[in-house]
């Protein structure tokens, strides 16, 4: 299908490397966001979390960094994988309900 | 676990037309979202539903575009009439509940609509 990652920043890894992916949030009153990675033809599917009272959270190959001073999260990827490539969107919301609007997506694409 | 349905998968119209897109949401959620994605943008908001009632509908043009959830699960949104700008994917999400922190929301495919 056609892809959502059109007109997106592009990040391109080699495999196996790490992967950073970057996001400014707009609303200094978020204090829950969300990390989706949407594949072409798919809805975007939860990856990791983080709360506004936290800086750091990890999962599995996946590290997310919250700086609220700057309003800037990132999405670290370790090892990057072929099955990765997707576009990646940060989420921001207020009090864990009402909302989430979503920021622009990276389109992270894995060379093989 | 079946995620969940989306139909049609794919419709083209032209403007003037309406359409209307269905939703079956994962078993037991009480919380239904419908989302337009706008190709190369982010998902943006149209309505949320918590079982049969409508929690925020800030964001859609209800000139044009309705939503029900009538029994409180299956829901369709309709756009009447369509316009060119309107060529998007909807998506349709469900969770749970309404607290994002702790119900994590579940994706369908989506309905990519071309308006010619």
């Known amino acids: 299908g056609e892809s959502v990652g059109l007109h997106l920043p592009t990040l391109s890894v080699q495999e196996g490397d790490n992967s950073i992916i970057n996001c400014a949030y707009s609303n200094s009153a978020s204090d829950y966001f969300i990390w989706y990675k949407q594949e072409s033809g798919k809805g975007p599917q939860f990856i990791i979390d983080i709360r506004s009272n936290m800086d750091k959270r990890q999962g599995q190959r996946v590290t997310v960094l919250l700086n609220k001073t700057v309003k800037h999260l990132s999405l670290q990827i370790a090892a990057t994988q072929p099955g990765d490539s997707a576009v990646y969107f940060c989420a921001e919301n207020i009090g864990g309900y009402q909302k989430v609007t979503f920021g622009t997506g990276t389109k992270l694409q894995v060379i093989p | 676990e079946a995620g969940v349905a989306q139909s049609p998968r794919y419709k083209i119209i032209e403007k003037r037309q309406s359409v209307a897109f269905w939703c079956n949401p994962i078993?037991?959620?009480?919380?239904l979202y419908w989302y337009q994605q706008i190709l190369g943008q982010g998902p943006k908001l149209l309505i949320q539903?918590?079982?049969?009632?409508?929690?925020?509908d800030s964001q859609l043009p209800k000139d044009r575009f309705s939503a029900e959830r009538l029994k409180g699960v299956d829901s369709t949104l309709k756009i009447q009439p369509a316009k060119l700008e309107d060529s998007a994917v909807y998506l349709c999400?469900?969770?749970?509940?309404?607290?994002?922190?702790?119900?994590?929301?579940?994706f369908g495919p989506g309905t990519r609509l071309t308006v010619l």
């Open positions: 539903f918590q079982n049969n009632g409508v929690v925020d």
């Open positions: 999400a469900s969770s749970k509940g309404q607290i994002l922190s702790y119900n994590e929301q579940f």
């Open positions: 078993s037991g959620h009480a919380t």
